[in-house]
Nanobody, 122 residues
C-alpha cells in the first residue's frame, strides 16, 4: 500500500547531469528518512545519500560535492541532483523511504522503488 515512483534516469556523457525524482504514495502517516542507493554491476547495493524530514543530509564520500539530495515533504518526494557524472556512477539507482504507516504504531517500514538505470559514458 506504499509505492515509490522514480523518474529521471537515463544515459549521459561524463561531466553531464541528471536529476532523479522519487515520490512516495499510499497509506502513509509520515516519512522519516528518504534516500538513494545504487547498485553497479558486480557490486552490492550502496548508500548514495539520505535526507531526514528535517533536512539533515548524508552522502557517500564518492559523491560528495557532486550530488545533492533534497526533499519536498509536502509531496513526499525526494530528489537527487547529480552533477559532474562519471562512468563510475553508472548503476541502478533505488529510492528508499522509511515510512510510519499509522500514528498509533511504532513500526517503521522501509520501502523501495523499482530502480532506475543511470548510465554514464566515457
Amino acid at each position: 500500500q506504499v509505492q515509490l515512483a522514480e523518474s529521471g534516469g537515463g544515459l549521459v556523457q561524463a561531466g553531464g547531469s541528471l536529476r532523479l525524482s522519487c515520490a512516495a504514495s499510499g497509506s502513509i502517516f509520515s516519512i522519516n528518512g528518504m534516500g538513494w542507493y545504487r547498485q553497479a554491476p558486480g557490486k552490492q547495493r550502496e548508500l548514495v545519500a539520505t535526507s531526514t524530514s528535517g533536512g539533515t543530509t548524508t552522502y557517500a564520500d564518492s559523491v560528495k560535492g557532486r550530488f545533492t539530495i533534497s526533499r519536498d515533504n509536502a509531496k513526499n518526494t525526494v530528489y537527487l541532483q547529480m552533477n559532474s557524472l562519471e562512468p563510475e556512477d553508472t548503476a541502478v539507482y533505488y529510492c528508499s523511504a522509511d515510512v510510519k504507516r499509522r500514528a498509533w504504531s511504532l513500526q517503521l517500514s522501509q520501502y523501495w522503488g523499482p530502480g532506475t538505470q543511470v548510465t554514464v559514458s566515457s
